[in-house]
């Protein structure tokens, strides 16, 4: 089983203000996606990298995977309280499964 | 919206009965997952079936079983409920997307409590 550390656990910040939240593993991973969970919902996908090095942009948000595809950070800037959610990483192993393995999550909260 | 419905939304019950969640889509989608949310767990796969009759097992099946006798629907059973399977399920859909890990949609959740 491949796995997914997720940090911080929780993170609670004001409105305005940036954060960084990393998804770490040792094993290498094809290919890892980004999820948001708000409370009540089910997880929704933000994006999906797939180049190590790769950087994608999604207005506020900016997603990176690592080099050596270990690794994903997610930078958030100018948080809003719209922000507020759970975030789950989820990789897909180098055989190229489709079944993916999700981390624990960052649960983020952003007061007003 | 992925038209994913799940039924019940939740669902009160007793130590030992036998409890069945239904998982309905409207995609055609050929991928279907049941996964199980609980604090400080994040999403752990219970089941999930690549086609028609065809399931596995994911990483925590003890306890639940699972039947598609269609593409549109995907049922988990917890066959003698206990207090340990109180949680959050979520049923999910997805296609493959060749080597790609597959976008997976998620249905709204059931929750679950085992008295």
């Known amino acids: 089983t491949q796995l997914l550390e997720q940090s911080p656990q929780f993170l609670s910040i004001q409105e305005g203000e940036n954060l960084t939240v990393y998804c770490n593993s040792s094993s290498v991973f094809s290919s890892l996606q980004w999820y948001r969970q708000e409370p009540g919902e089910g997880p929704v996908l933000l994006v999906t990298v797939v180049t190590g090095g790769e950087v994608k942009k999604l207005k506020r948000l900016t997603f990176q995977f690592g080099d050596a595809r270990k690794d994903s950070s997610l930078h958030i800037t100018a948080a809003q309280p719209g922000d507020t959610g759970l975030y789950l990483c989820a990789g897909a192993g180098p055989g190229g499964s489709y079944i993916p393995t999700f981390g624990r999550g960052t649960s983020l909260i952003v007061h007003p | 919206d992925a038209g994913i419905t799940q039924s019940p939304r939740h669902k009160v019950t007793e130590t030992g009965t036998p409890v069945t969640l239904r998982c309905h889509q409207t995609?055609?989608?050929?991928?279907m997952y049941w996964y199980r949310q609980d604090p400080g767990h994040g999403l752990r796969l219970i089941h999930y079936?690549?086609?028609?009759?065809?399931?596995d097992k994911g990483e925590v099946s003890d306890g639940y079983s699972v039947s598609r006798s269609k593409t549109e629907d995907f049922l988990l059973t917890l066959e003698s409920a206990t207090s340990s399977q109180t949680s959050v399920y979520f049923c999910?859909?997805?296609?493959?997307?060749?080597?790609?890990?597959?976008?997976?949609?998620f249905g709204p959740g059931t929750r679950l409590t085992v008295l």
């Open positions: 999910a859909i997805s296609e493959t997307q060749g080597w790609l890990v597959p976008e997976q949609f």
């Open positions: 995609e055609n989608h050929r991928y």
């Open positions: 079936s690549y086609g028609v009759k065809d399931t």
